[in-house]
């Protein structure tokens, strides 16, 4: 790279019209884009069989592409696919250590599985034992440790080939919420110290506890991708459409923090953060003359999106 392009401008991975079509016909991807910048933690969010795990599983090599392109850290994962894993970590969804083995043999010898050599491997198994909280585990049976030190215990192994990029597929559907915490808390410590997080989950919590930036997605179609923050924003706006009596005036009155504009003459479009009383509304048009004969919730596409979303998440947990 010439020092004229800083490595920060390059994004930890890259999505380009990603599409993907199984051999049963199912189009699970369907043309999606999406960045995610380093030292970023982003959340992929949506309902079971928006494409998820298809995206990881192409990001991770686990599935082929049918159109589209992916690079990790500036490298092409089509062309140059085992530089552009040796960049990456992956935590499966399912507990897939063997149980009979100790945490610390479990990590040296993933490391040996990935080249590491053993002095090194030992060395770092300390290292992310620790991290992990784990150290003290280090010589016991994984079989006898609690469910979330098992959890931690596939992120550290993870997190041996020392990825600058960690992605996780739904880590905690179906666990409770004492090891969803316990996880949280163990991937804040790894981003903190400087590792790019992907995790897909179909927690809106989750995303909204974690992470910094999201892509929200729906039956393999990127539907809205940003800043937490705003996108939290979004949501905590009310619409109403008010029908009035007779015909609205040519000034409109001006209601702090709401937005009151006319869709035709006889309706009024409303917008007001979720918090407001909806009584000063009616006050400031009550003062201008206009009378409310009925008053309707107007849709939001992201409100029912997160509707369907949180719904399926109580169905799932
Ligand atoms: N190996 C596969 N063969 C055929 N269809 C698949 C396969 N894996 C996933 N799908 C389908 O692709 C869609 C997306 O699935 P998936 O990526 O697993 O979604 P998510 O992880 O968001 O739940 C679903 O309709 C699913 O049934
Ligand atoms: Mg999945």
Redesign the pocket.
């Known amino acids: 790279m010439s020092p004229s392009t800083p490595e920060a401008t390059v994004p930890a991975l890259r999505v380009r019209d990603l599409r993907k079509t ?3 016909g ?1 189009q ?1 991807l369907k043309g999606v884009s999406l960045d995610v910048m380093p030292g970023d933690f982003f959340a992929l969010l ?10 990881i599983g192409i990001v991770s090599s686990l599935v082929n592409l049918t159109s589209g392109s992916v690079e990790v850290f500036g490298t092409d994962l089509v062309t140059r696919r085992s530089e552009a894993m040796r960049l990456l970590g992956l935590v499966p969804q399912e507990i897939n250590f063997n149980l009979f083995e100790q945490p610390f043999e479990i990590l040296v010898n993933y490391a040996g599985f990935y080249g590491i050599p053993r002095e090194e491997a030992e060395a770092r198994a300390e290292a992310e034992l620790r991290r992990a909280h784990l150290w003290d585990k280090a010589r016991v049976m994984s079989r006898t440790l609690s469910g979330g030190m098992k959890r931690r215990l596939m992120i550290a192994r993870a997190m041996m080939t020392r990825p600058r990029l960690l992605i996780l597929d739904e880590p905690t559907a179906g666990v409770d919420i004492e090891i969803r915490r316990d996880m949280w808390r163990a991937l804040r410590e790894i981003n903190a110290a400087g590792t790019t997080i992907i995790l ?1 989950t179909h927690y809106l919590e989750e995303a909204e506890s974690l992470c910094r930036n999201l892509a929200i ?1 729906d039956r ?1 179609t990127i539907v809205e991708q940003g800043p937490m923050r705003a996108l939290l924003a979004k949501l905590d706006v009310e619409g109403f459409l008010l029908d009035i009596d007779g015909q609205l005036p040519a000034t409109l009155p001006v209601v702090e923090g709401a937005t009151l504009v006319a869709a035709d003459r006889q309706t009024l479009d409303l917008d007001m953060p979720r918090a407001m009383d909806l009584n000063r509304v009616f006050a400031a048009l009550d003062a201008a003359g206009i009378r409310v004969r009925s008053m309707r919730t107007k849709s939001n596409r992201l409100e029912e999106l997160f509707v369907r979303l949180t719904g399926q998440s109580r169905e799932a947990a």
Do not use: F, R
């Not at 949506?46 to 995206?55: D, E």
């Open positions: 199984y051999d049963n199912v699970a949506g309902p079971n069989g928006a494409g998820k795990s298809t995206l897909t997605i393999g």
